[in-house]
């Protein structure tokens, strides 16, 4: 297969995406009974998400990158375990994997087990060369190189259990925002997708903000009002709830808009309905806490041009990705290419 022909079937699933038939649109209704976290709305937001990844113009560069990168090489198997934190989050490494010329074998989340599925159905529809280099599995064996995602505890035991072979080991990472208190409630808003999006349970979501000292963030709760209705959401309201409480009986400092609990923290993983911040004097020295933990943080938010090694991206941005922006700053293309 050309990657002409590999190219030309991403192109059709990412307009077939734009406009989901009845099947699709069913699948998505229907989510939320194998994960009661992927209502039809954030299940949208994530379909949304990958056909903006695979418009034509973002194909054509980063096809054209891994045809310079390609030379003569023989297709390994390669095993993808995938999460399930969010809708289809695993979708970018099997893409990869297939625009690379080697043939997956995918180990699917229970947390995801039809829509992935269903859009590498639709790309062996649309190019059935595909159906050669596809293979879901229920267990992972026979495999020449290792791509899995999870949290820490279970990265421990993939480094024991694919430790012999090449592999990309993802851990749990954290996405962060620096605030600078000159954004427009406009920004502020954007920012509330960042934060709010698949419930804030994805590596990219806003889990702390880095504010000046002093920062009052009255604008920043008006600002982020309209995704009130998130509390709707039975988990959702748990967490806070929960988390509300346990402040409440500590007697914790705490803010509180009815949705969403923020609170000073040195740490960058808050729990659900919790964002952690943490003040700084100067921009210079978030930037050097920033550094001290790059390898904990996803990407960052902010307007402000930071010198860091991280991936930054504007306001409301962090969910919506390029083919390029490889998790955890491992490009998955040169990994493939190099087995």
């Not at 038939?21 to 709305?41: G, Q, R, V």
């Not at 690379?100 to 599925?117: R, T, V």
């Not at 050097?288 to 991206?313: G, P, T």
């Not at 409301?316 to 990705?321: C, L």
Request: glycine letters at 6%.
């Amino acid at each position: 297969m050309t990657q002409e022909q590999r190219k030309a079937a991403f192109k059709h699933l990412g307009n077939y995406l734009q406009n989901p038939d009845e099947h699709l649109k069913t699948l998505i209704s229907n989510a939320h009974y194998s994960n009661a976290w992927f209502t039809p709305e954030e299940t949208r937001k994530a379909i949304n998400g990958i056909s903006h990844m695979l418009n034509a113009e973002d194909l054509d560069t980063w096809m054209d990158d891994v045809k310079n990168q390609q030379g003569n090489f023989t297709p390994k198997k390669i095993g993808l375990v995938l999460a399930g934190n969010i809708p289809m989050v695993g979708f970018h490494d099997i893409l990869s994997v297939m625009a690379s010329g080697h043939i997956a074998l995918i180990k699917s989340s229970s947390q995801d087990k039809d829509l992935i599925p269903h859009l590498v159905n639709k790309l062996i529809e649309f190019e059935p060369e595909f159906k050669n280099q596809i293979n879901f599995i229920e267990r992972l064996e026979g495999f020449d190189a290792v791509i899995a995602t999870g949290s820490n505890n279970t990265s421990r035991y993939f480094e024991y259990y694919f430790g012999k072979v090449p592999h990309i080991i993802r851990k749990n990472r954290n996405s962060i925002a620096v605030l600078t208190g000159e954004e427009t409630r406009d920004e502020l808003h954007l920012l509330g997708h960042d934060v709010f999006d698949f419930f804030g349970m994805g590596c990219r979501n806003i889990s702390k903000v880095f504010v000046p000292n002093d920062y009052d963030f009255t604008t920043f709760f008006e600002s982020v009002e309209t995704y009130k209705n998130i509390v709707n959401h039975n988990k959702y309201c748990n967490n806070y709830e929960y988390n509300k409480s346990i402040y409440l009986i500590n007697r914790e400092k705490h803010f509180d808009n009815g949705f969403l609990l923020v609170k000073k923290d040195e740490r960058l993983a808050s729990p659900l309905a919790v964002l952690y911040y943490e003040e700084y004097d100067k921009l210079e020295s978030a930037e050097a806490l920033i550094l001290l933990h790059s390898e904990q943080i996803q990407c960052i938010v902010s307007k402000s041009k930071l010198n860091v090694s991280n991936q930054q991206v504007g306001f409301g941005e962090s969910q919506k990705p390029k083919l390029w922006d490889y998790a955890d700053g491992v490009n998955t293309i040169e990994f493939l290419l190099s087995l």
